[in-house]
């Protein structure tokens, strides 16, 4: 039985955010995205690459002890530092983790971001185009599943999609009521990379991937980087930038597998979101806005309903009656997400949960009388969950 | 059987060998616990149900259903090239163990979760052969 712990409760905070060039940027590593994002960041809290003594990076997976290379480019020593490689969980685990380490005394202010030139290294050859990725094929398994033509993310996630549609009669449609979302969002985004609103029937006519996944049911491929700077809240104060304060944190890892007893409909979300919101003292209902982790469609709603926002099984209804929207019951994913803004892993959610309580946008974009968001990120081959409850100062 | 086979050949791991060589017998094979009597695949050195050192390579039924499946439309692979769609399932095994495969001999349209399949072998080349799965 793991306790819930709450001494870090509002004790550290995210002091400022940044994102780079969204979209194709060719031209440019996924190590100068990263800095781009974090040099804004850094701008964003009025500091300097001279104030960090602290560094959480993921790198492209392929690049061994990241953060060292991210630590020579940017001329920082740290008493933290480290490379995560827990998937789109990653992200969101980075700012606790930085917490975390601030509170061991390790480290005093940190910087946690990822970038990825996704859409550049797709585009680089045919080979990676066929196989819709940029990472070598070693990485992926070489046994029980390409020699049946199983590859790729979507088609990973599908097997949960097509077991939740079994199991509660969740539909295309519900599916389709979340990329509408995003996308209206993400047309009061600038910055966004899709910038043409779609409808229910653009979305019933999207090109099938892997069933019953379409076009519009799948991420992004962008090059794009995210950044942010966590400290201590006695320290944000006195920074440039409105404190937005960690309230809690957590994951929940179902390494045993996705196909393992009912993880693909029941999902680690449930265990991280419980410990998150233990931590924080608060739960779903106090929730005001939720970044959830869109590497598909059908992530959202399983994670919706895994957060407590709805009961077991009624995630379609749910998404389905505008809930999502800026003026609904739970605005989501309010830059457009990796549906509709740009694709890294977690880390934009991040920045956007963090811009909603500093309070930058106009009406088109501020969610209303925000104090308390949740952040969630999943990866690590579908099974690793991390969620940050974020409040207002 | 084919000299011009162009489909991914698996790059078999040391734990995995026995069940390999099983399938090129045209027999499905599993591990299973001494102790707790549980089932499980992918192969391991240690039973996922209990954690007991004990493991016995034991021959599966075939038989089993459809946990969930995907269609593949698209092409990833060259070597499927003239194949798509094609539908790549989670078959749980009546033993419990949940393994990747092919569902085939059906209009992939007709494939649905808990649908009842039995394993066939498809011998892909002289020294590989994939355990695949077709309506019962
Ligand atoms: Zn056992």
């Known amino acids: ?393 | 059987m084919s000299d011009d086979y162009a489909k991914a050949i698996p790059v078999t791991g040391p734990e995995s060998v026995p069940y390999w060589e099983g399938a090129k017998k045209h027999q499905l094979v599993i591990q299973k616990c001494g102790k707790c009597g549980h089932h499980w695949f992918p192969p391991s050195t240690v039973c996922t149900g209990c954690g007991s050192r004990d493991i016995n390579w034991v021959r599966s039924s075939g038989k089993g259903k459809v946990f969930s499946f995907v269609v593949f439309h698209r092409l990833y692979h060259k070597g499927w090239d003239g194949e798509v769609p094609y539908v790549v399932g989670i078959i749980e095994l009546e033993e419990g163990a949940r393994m990747l495969s092919n569902v085939i001999g059906i209009p992939v349209e007709d494939v649905k979760c808990d649908m009842p399949v039995e394993v066939f072998f498809e011998d892909a080349t002289d020294t590989l052969t994939l355990p695949k799965f077709k309506p019962v």
């Open chain 1, 1 to 393: 039985m793991i306790e819930p712990s709450t001494h870090l409760r509002d004790k550290y905070a995210i002091a400022g955010a940044g994102h780079s060039r969204l979209g194709k940027v060719p031209g440019v590593s996924a190590q100068g995205l990263l800095e781009e994002a974090m040099l804004n960041a850094l701008d964003d809290a009025g500091l300097t690459t001279r104030d960090v003594d602290g560094l959480i990076c993921r790198g492209p997976d392929e690049i061994y002890t990241f953060h060292q290379i991210m630590g020579e480019r940017l001329g920082i020593d740290a008493g933290f530092s480290t490379t995560l490689t827990n998937g789109g969980a990653s992200q969101v685990m980075g700012v606790a983790l930085a917490a975390m380490a601030i509170d061991a005394g390790m480290a005093s202010c940190a910087l946690v971001g990822y970038g990825r030139d996704n859409w550049s290294r797709v585009h680089a050859n045919k080979e990676n185009h066929m196989r819709g990725s940029g990472r070598p094929q070693q990485m992926y398994g070489m046994e029980f599943g390409p020699e049946f033509g199983y590859y790729g993310a979507i088609a990973a996630h599908g097997f949960g999609a097509q077991r939740h549609m079994h199991d509660y009669g969740t539909t295309r449609e519900q599916f389709g009521a979340i990329s509408l979302a995003f996308r209206k969002h993400a047309l009061n985004n600038p910055d966004a990379v899709m910038q043409k609103p779609l409808t229910m029937e653009d979305y019933l006519n999207g090109r099938m991937i892997v069933e019953p996944f379409s076009l519009f049911d799948c991420s992004l491929q962008t090059d794009a980087a995210g950044a942010v700077i966590v400290t201590s809240a006695e320290r944000a104060k006195d920074l440039r930038q409105k404190p937005v304060l960690i309230k809690g944190f957590g994951t929940g890892n179902n390494i045993s597998g996705w196909f393992n007893g009912d993880n693909m409909t029941h999902t680690g979300a449930i265990q991280s979101g419980q410990t998150a919101y233990a931590m924080a003292g608060v739960g779903p209902e106090d929730i005001d806005y939720a970044q959830i982790y869109d590497c598909f469609t059908y992530m959202v709603l399983v994670q919706l309903e895994d957060y407590g926002f709805c009961k077991k099984g009624e995630g379609g209804e749910f998404v389905a009656s505008g809930a999502l929207d800026l003026d609904g019951a739970l605005p989501t994913n309010t830059s457009g997400g990796q549906l509709s803004e740009a694709h890294v892993e977690g880390m934009l959610q991040v920045v956007e949960g963090v811009r909603q309580l500093q309070g930058i946008y106009g009406p088109e974009r501020q969610v209303p009388n925000a104090e308390i968001g949740l952040v969630s990120g999943h990866g690590g081959n579908t099974v690793c969950e991390s969620t940050l409850i974020l409040g207002a100062a």
